[in-house]
């Protein structure tokens, strides 16, 4: 058990270090245009796959089937082993990442300004703990794949240009190098990733319910996010026929395009291009 432990994550790290060594190289080989797919959507999903959500899952079927123990119990602590090398290839790439950069090293950085800020222990330990949020991001970014799309062909909710979106370009910015850049990153793919989820969710809500909440402080608090709420939601303490009228002055009818009542469509595509 212990050597297919060791097995999972060092093949972990080794694969992610790989896999984060391709990357890197791409540009100097003359695949420009590659790696420029690759830091957006849909290209940039395989990565966020191959290195976040497929340990996750290789780790436990390969630790399940390779050992004799309690089956549930070996899928554990293999899950927990490809995590040890997730995170090992993460501290070995940041560290060969500013070596490889050490110019950047004796100048401002990120990463020490927030350590005064607050300590280095807290500083690390608040921002190893939010990984925690990949998977929700991953999960959240499925739906975005697989939940939402039906409905811009069952009801004409608007479709989007996934890549205007779910990129990532902070690598280009000079002076970002290992822990700051990885850092950056995932908060560039996760930003991206949670404004199309509440942009598509400005179009379920305002198309399926548009009402306002009795609470006053919920309606401040979430015009930030759905603007419609002050913007043409039938009032809280209005009639079903208030609310029909609010829906019947903001949609188009059968052949109009159903987005949320204040922003018009922002790009739309073609069916064949929505993830593009």
């Excluded at 950047?104 to 703990?129: M, Y």
Aim: proline share 6%; charged share 15%.
């Amino acid at each position: 058990m212990i050597l297919t432990l060791l097995i999972v994550s060092g093949g972990t790290a080794t694969a992610l270090l790989l896999a984060a060594g391709l990357l890197h190289i791409l540009g100097v080989i003359g695949l420009r245009n590659l790696a420029d797919w690759f830091t957006r959507a849909p290209g940039l999903d395989v990565w966020i796959f191959y290195f976040t959500v497929a340990p996750l899952l290789a780790g436990p079927i390969v630790t399940a089937q390779a050992t004799d123990a309690n089956p549930w119990l070996a899928s554990l602590l293999g899950l927990a082993a490809a995590i040890v090398g997730q995170s090992v290839a993460l501290i070995v790439w940041t560290k060969l990442h500013e070596f490889a950069n050490r110019k950047h090293l004796q100048g401002p950085r990120l990463v020490s300004q927030i350590n005064t800020a607050v300590g280095p222990f807290r500083n690390h330990l608040a921002v190893w703990w939010t990984a925690w949020a990949v998977p929700i991001f991953a999960m959240a970014r499925l739906g975005q794949y697989f939940v939402y799309p039906p409905l811009t062909w069952w009801v004409r909710l608007p479709k989007y240009r996934t890549a205007e979106w779910v990129n990532v370009s902070r690598h280009k910015f000079e002076g970002l190098v290992g822990h700051d850049l990885i850092w950056c990153l995932y908060c560039d793919w996760m930003t991206g990733v949670w404004s199309l989820g509440t942009e598509m969710l400005r179009n379920v809500e305002s198309f399926w319910c548009p009402i306002r909440f009795r609470s006053d402080k919920k309606c401040e608090n979430c015009a930030i996010d759905f603007p419609d709420v002050n913007g043409g939601w039938a009032p809280e303490d209005g009639t079903m026929a208030d609310v029909v009228k609010a829906h019947a002055d903001h949609y188009p009818g059968p052949n109009g395009e159903n987005s949320w009542f204040g922003h018009p469509v922002r790009l739309t595509v073609n069916d064949n291009e929505i993830d593009g």
